[in-house]
C-alpha cells in the first residue's frame, strides 16, 4: 500500500539553525505514529511543514504521491485533508462551539448551512461536547476547548490529522478526557501523528514511535522496541526521564 505522505531529505533551517536535517518518513493509512523528543529537537516544525505552516528548505512531502511543494499544488485543497490540532487550541473565540466547527466547512468545503451543522453536531457528541453547542468557546475549560478543537479538525473529513502536544497546556485532571478522545479516534482507524510527551499513550495507542534528536530521527520503531529495547543512547537517556 503506498503511504499517504511521504516526507524525504527533508530539511529546515532558522537562520544558522538546522531545525530539521535530512528527514525521512512515511505515513500509511490507519496507522498512529507518536514523535516523542525533548524540547527544541524540531517536533513542531516538523508537523508545522506537513501542514505548510513552515517552508520547508529541501526534500519532498508527497501526499499520495504529489509533491505537495511543487507550485501547482492546491494549498487549500491539502489543508482540509492534513488537519492539525495545536498545543493552544487556536479557537475562534468571538465564536461559540458549533460555529467553530461550521466555519471551515463553509469556507473551504463550500458546504451548506444545514450539512455542516448535521456533521459538526456528529463529531462534538463524539468527542463528548454535545451539551455546549452555543456556548462561547472563551467559557470552556482547557479539556473542552481540545476537544471542541479536535471536533473542529474532524468535521473537516481529513485523511491524517497532526496534533502538536494537544495536552501540554492543559491542567493535569484534563489530560485524561482528551487522550480518551485521542485513543476513541486510533481505535476507530484515524491516521494520526501525535507529537506528545505522554509516554504511556505513546506507548499504548502508537502503530510506531519516532525520536527525535536535535533535528534528526534518532531511532524509530514498534512502541514494544523503542520503549523496551532503545538502541540509541539518546532514547535511552530521554526515557529514563520519564520512569
Ligand atoms: P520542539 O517542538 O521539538 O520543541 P521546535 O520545532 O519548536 O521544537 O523548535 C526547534 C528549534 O527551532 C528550537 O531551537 C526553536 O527555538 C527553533 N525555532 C522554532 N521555530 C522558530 C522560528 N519561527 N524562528 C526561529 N527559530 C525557531
Ligand atoms: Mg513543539
Known amino acids: 500500500m503506498d503511504p499517504i505522505i511521504k ?21 500509511n493509512k490507519g496507522e498512529v505514529i507518536s514523535i516523542i523528543g525533548s524540547s527544541g529537537s524540531g517536533k513542531s516544525t516538523l508537523l508545522r511543514c506537513i501542514n505548510l505552516l513552515e517552508i520547508p528548505d529541501g526534500g519532498t512531502i508527497s501526499f499520495h504521491g504529489k509533491n505537495i ?18 498545543q493552544s487550541f487556536n479557537l475562534f473565540n468571538n465564536k461559540n462551539v458549533i460555529d467553530n466547527c461550521i466555519i471551515g466547512q463553509r469556507q473551504v ?7 455542516a451543522r448535521k456533521i459538526a453536531e456528529g463529531h462534538l457528541q463524539r468527542v463528548g461536547m454535545s451539551n455546549f453547542l452555543n456556548h462561547a468557546s472563551t467559557k470552556l475549560s482547557g479539556g473542552q476547548k481540545q476537544r471542541v478543537a479536535i471536533a473542529r479538525a474532524l468535521s473537516m473529513d481529513p485523511e491524517v490529522l497532526l496534533f502538536d502536544e494537544p495536552t501540554s497546556a492543559l491542567d493535569p485532571e484534563m489530560v485524561g478526557e482528551v487522550l ?16 506528545t510527551h505522554e509516554m504511556q499513550f505513546a506507548r499504548d495507542v502508537s502503530d510506531r514511535v519516532i525520536f527525535m534528536d536535535k533535528g534528526v530521527i534518532a531511532e524509530q520503531g514498534t512502541p514494544e522496541e523503542v520503549f523496551e529495547n532503545p538502541k540509541n543512547e539518546r532514547t535511552r537517556q530521554f526515557l529514563s526521564r520519564y520512569s
Do not use: C, P
Open 7 to 27: 516526507v524525504e531529505h527533508l530539511k529546515k533551517h532558522f537562520g544558522d539553525l538546522e531545525v530539521l536535517d535530512d528527514i525521512d518518513f512515511s505515513v
Open 180 to 195: 480518551e478522545v485521542m485513543k476513541d479516534l486510533a481505535r476507530n482507524g484515524l491516521t494520526m501523528v501525535v507529537v
Open 69 to 86: 511543494l511543487d507550485k501547482d499544488r492546491n494549498l487549500t485543497d491539502y489543508r482540509s485533508k492534513v488537519g492539525m490540532v495545536f
Open 109 to 115: 468545503l463550500k458546504r451548506s448551512k444545514e450539512e
